[in-house]
């Protein structure tokens, strides 16, 4: 049963509309409210374009050093009213690494147009490629109209973006250090111009993410709003080891401050949540003794216990871990290896963990008729 349906006392109450949280190492559901409620990602739409870009980086066709000379169709001026903004003006050029950042902290929709037409020669071939490629993940409820997260008919469940929050992170977990841990951005510089003058000089920005650089285990992901969906963030935190995902979407708020004072709180409460009532162990399987054979050349054999998978407890649980071997007093020859020759149970408290079977390490032939009489009578 999925830790989100089980009774796990206390839950956070959140003012969201739909929230899931995620244990990144398991993949375990530690919490759900709403998940299949379908709203508009907003800008948390850009965390698909830095997927592809990652992806065209490993696979050569981009660099993160390369610089890019900025078209008259991605400057910010030419972005519809409203507009989260990198400042991008036509004629200067920019770095990709910095393309990248204009993306993920002020969530730039002019930086959104040039990624597009950079991978794909146009925006409506670039949504193809992303739809083809959230169809491609198994992600069936994420859709997108446009590459910037404007488009009130861009959609998804909190479900299927954290699932995808959680791919993201674990495929470019350099992106956290490169991207979505650093607390603002400041762009163009004079670096950028190539003589053409900036607007408005160098402007500085915030991370949206409001929770980076104010709670410690917090390193990202990416926040988004349209008036469509409400206030939505995808959160990633780290500590002791462990990495949990969130998604909280159509938080209300009567202005911006409002809304991300909820998505803060929120995002604050579901994370404690998940960090101080579960607990992740990698248990160590008990070593077994060998196996009787009976009528076998050799009168045991040794076992194979196999390398326990992470579990995910209960805080209370963590004193309880039991771990039995359940199998027949001994077994008649021949023996393969590889033969299943008992079960090893894993539990906390009443609850069954996991079941792993216990394997002939190698194999016993079946001893001759003499050989057999010999042995009962001198054993």
């Known amino acids: 049963m999925p830790f989100a349906e089980m009774?796990?006392?206390?839950?956070?109450?959140?003012?969201?509309?739909?929230?899931?949280?995620?244990?990144?190492e398991t993949g375990a559901i530690l919490?759900?409210?709403?998940?299949?409620?379908?709203?508009?990602?907003?800008?948390?739409?850009?965390?698909?374009?830095?997927?592809?870009?990652?992806?065209?980086?490993?696979?050569?066709?981009?660099?993160?050093?390369?610089?890019?000379?900025?078209?008259?169709?991605?400057?910010?001026?030419?972005?519809?009213?409203?507009?989260?903004?990198?400042?991008?003006?036509?004629?200067?050029?920019?770095?990709?690494?910095?393309?990248?950042?204009?993306?993920?902290?002020?969530?730039?929709?002019?930086?959104?147009?040039?990624?597009?037409?950079?991978?794909?020669?146009?925006?409506?071939?670039?949504?193809?490629?992303?739809?083809?490629?959230?169809?491609?993940?198994?992600?069936?409820?994420?859709?997108?109209?446009?590459?910037?997260?404007?488009?009130?008919?861009?959609?998804?469940?909190?479900?299927?973006?954290?699932?995808?929050a959680r791919f993201y992170v674990d495929t470019h977990p350099e992106s956290l250090k490169e991207l979505h841990s650093l607390t603002s951005f400041s762009y163009p510089k004079t670096e950028n111009e190539n003589g053409v003058k900036s607007v408005y000089g160098t402007v500085t920005q915030p991370n949206h993410n409001s929770l980076v650089g104010r709670h410690p285990w917090v390193d990202g992901l990416k926040t988004g709003y349209i008036d469509e969906s409400g206030y939505n963030v995808a959160l990633t935190a780290e500590t002791g080891g462990r990495r949990l995902i969130a998604v909280l979407m159509g938080g209300p708020g009567e202005n911006s401050r409002d809304g991300d004072l909820h998505r803060v709180i929120d995002g604050t409460n579901l994370l404690s949540y998940g960090f101080y009532r579960f607990a992740v162990v990698s248990p160590e399987l008990p070593e077994l003794p060998p196996f009787s054979v009976i009528g076998g050349k050799d009168p045991s054999v040794e076992v194979a216990v196999p390398l326990p998978d992470a579990q995910l407890l209960f805080a209370e649980e963590l004193g309880e871990l039991h771990c039995f071997f359940e199998a027949a007093a001994a077994v008649a020859a021949p023996v393969r290896k590889g033969e299943e020759l008992?079960?090893?149970?894993?539990?906390?408290?009443?609850?069954?963990?996991?079941?792993?079977?216990?394997?002939?390490?190698?194999?016993?032939?079946?001893?001759?008729?003499?050989?057999?009489?010999?042995?009962?009578?001198f054993r």
């Open 7 to 24: 009774d796990a006392g206390p839950v956070p109450e959140l003012s969201c509309r739909s929230a899931v949280l995620i244990d990144d």
């Open 31 to 164: 919490f759900v409210k709403h998940g299949d409620e379908v709203i508009p990602p907003a800008s948390m739409t850009k965390l698909v374009s830095l997927h592809l870009m990652y992806r065209e980086i490993e696979e050569g066709r981009l660099s993160i050093d390369q610089e890019i000379i900025v078209p008259d169709f991605a400057d910010f001026r030419s972005a519809p009213p409203r507009s989260s903004l990198m400042f991008l003006q036509a004629g200067q050029r920019v770095r990709l690494i910095d393309l990248m950042r204009g993306l993920a902290l002020p969530s730039g929709n002019d930086a959104a147009v040039l990624v597009a037409d950079l991978i794909a020669g146009s925006t409506p071939a670039y949504v193809a490629m992303m739809n083809d490629e959230m169809r491609r993940l198994g992600f069936s409820s994420i859709f997108f109209e446009d590459s910037s997260g404007y488009s009130e008919h861009n959609r998804a469940t909190a479900l299927d973006f954290a699932r995808f």
């Open 342 to 377: 008992g079960q090893l149970y894993l539990t906390a408290g009443d609850r069954l963990l996991a079941s792993y079977p216990v394997r002939a390490a190698a194999s016993v032939e079946k001893a001759g008729f003499f050989e057999q009489i010999f042995r009962a009578l």
